[in-house]
Every structure is written in C-alpha cells, then in structure tokens.
C-alpha cells in the first residue's frame, strides 16, 4: 500500500507516520480493495482543546474513503480516523 503524508502547520514527525502504518496496514490486510492512502495532519493552532487534526483518504479500486477526525492530540486522532475508515469499509463491503 502506498502512503502519501502531508503536513499542515505542523513539522514532518516519523513517528506520526509509523503510527498511521501500525493501523492502516491490518486494515489493508483485510480489504485487499484498499491500494494506497493520503495522510493529511494538521493544527489549527487555536485556543481549542481539539485542534490536532488526522484526515485520511483511501484509494481503493473502486472509490475513495475518507475520514477525519479533531482530538487533543495527533495520536488520539489517527486512531479516530483508522476505526472509521474501517467501519466505513465494512459498510461498503456489505452493500456489494
């Protein structure tokens, strides 16, 4: 799977993108549909308490998936954002 990392207000971080492959890899695991991802993080640098932010797009063969999800911290996100792209797979899944 071929992942694509953006970065918004926020420096390159490694061990942001290991923790986007620890999740997003079991999930290609199980829906072999799924050929890459675009990672986007983001902080809006706002007074807010939830101001880090993980989107994901999913390529699969036939569409794209997309999640997003605003927590108190980078991590909390990308765990949001993975469980509901693979909800929204699952939901997919069973309209074929």
């Known amino acids: 799977m071929e992942l694509q990392f953006e970065y918004v207000n926020i420096p390159k971080n490694n061990y942001f993108e ?3 492959e620890e999740h997003l890899n079991p999930i290609a695991k199980k829906f072999p549909v799924v050929i890459g991802a675009h ?9 807010q308490h939830l101001d880090n932010v993980c989107k994901i ?15 108190a911290s980078i991590e909390m996100a990308i765990a949001k954002t993975s469980i509901a792209l693979e909800s929204k797979l699952k ?3 069973k309209k074929d």
């Open 91 to 93: 939901d997919t899944g």
């Open 57 to 71: 797009e999913l390529n699969t063969m036939e569409s794209r998936i997309y999640a997003v999800a605003e927590e």
């Open 39 to 47: 990672v986007f993080f983001k902080v809006k640098n706002k007074s």
């Open 18 to 20: 290991y923790l986007v």
